[in-house]
């Protein structure tokens, strides 16, 4: 049997520590304790759970990162949308017809999903004190 503690349940699942707790304590996810006190959630629990009816849309697209409009530029057709996601700018190209349909505007928050078929890697600077060959 597969074990998780409540923090790698939550790290599997990309939610938080407090919000496994919840499911647990609301009697949505069956967790057992082990030999030192702490909840531990089956692994085959833990998949039934993900696969439920009522548990959060899934997706294929595994990126999802939540974060506020910064910046919404439209013409007639084609829209740009700016997202600050922590550390992170997204920029995304749309349909003007969808931002309006999402009502997207400076200051809202919406979630980038994120799929892509092309992942591009750029050469990181070389570190202080040291110059590239």
Do not use: Y
Not at 13 to 23: H, I, K, M, N, Y
Not at 42 to 57: I, K, M, N, Y
Request: aromatic share 4%.
């Amino acid at each position: 049997m597969t074990a998780f503690r409540i923090g790698e349940a939550a790290e599997l699942l990309g939610v938080s520590a407090d919000t496994v707790r919840r499911w647990i304590d609301a009697g949505r996810l069956p967790a057992t304790r082990d030999e030192h006190g702490h909840r531990v959630l089956d692994g085959a629990d833990l998949a039934a759970f993900v696969r439920a009816p009522g548990h959060p849309e899934l997706s294929s697209a595994r990126n999802r990162l939540r974060g506020i409009v910064t910046a919404v530029v439209k013409d007639t057709v084609m829209a740009q949308v700016d997202i600050q996601a922590g550390p992170f700018r997204i920029v995304s190209l749309m349909s003007r017809e969808a931002v309006d349909d999402l009502d997207l505007q400076v200051g809202s928050v919406a979630v980038a999903v994120i799929k892509s078929t092309t992942v591009v890697v750029e050469r990181a600077p070389a570190p202080k004190g040291r110059t590239s060959p």
